[in-house]
């Protein structure tokens, strides 16, 4: 069974940065594309960054210059470095992984608050 664990949300004051981890266990199968998804409450899950296995990013507009999505393979482990954070990025952040040949995997979600 593959799991997904995050780590690293919080309460940070606008302005502030958070670093984000996720790692996947429990299995030998191909990771593709890793990344990260959010959704503030009443609203739709969003695309905020993906990265493939081969270094290949691509991340929301309004993240654009603040936020940087990196991995290591080695360790089946995604990061994102969140800098110039504002209250409207506040949101249960989810991980995301392409497993061959399952499919999307999820994680369980970190919050991350951020006040004005």
């Known amino acids: 069974q593959v799991r997904l664990v995050e780590s690293g949300g919080g309460l940070v004051q606008s302005g502030g940065s958070l670093r984000l981890s996720c790692a996947a266990s429990?299995?030998?199968?191909?990771?593709?594309?890793m990344g990260w998804y959010r959704q503030a409450p009443g609203k739709r899950r969003d695309l905020v960054a993906t990265i493939t296995s081969g270094g290949s990013t691509n991340s929301a507009d309004s993240v654009k210059g603040r936020f940087t999505i990196s991995r290591d393979n080695a360790k089946n482990t995604v990061y994102l470095q969140m800098n110039s954070l504002q209250p409207e990025d506040t949101a249960v952040y989810f991980c995301?992984?392409?497993?061959?040949?399952?499919?999307?995997?999820w994680g369980q979600g970190t919050q991350v608050t951020v006040s004005s």
């Open positions: 995301y992984a392409r497993v061959l040949p399952i499919g999307a995997v």
């Open positions: 429990g299995t030998s199968l191909s990771i593709t594309t």
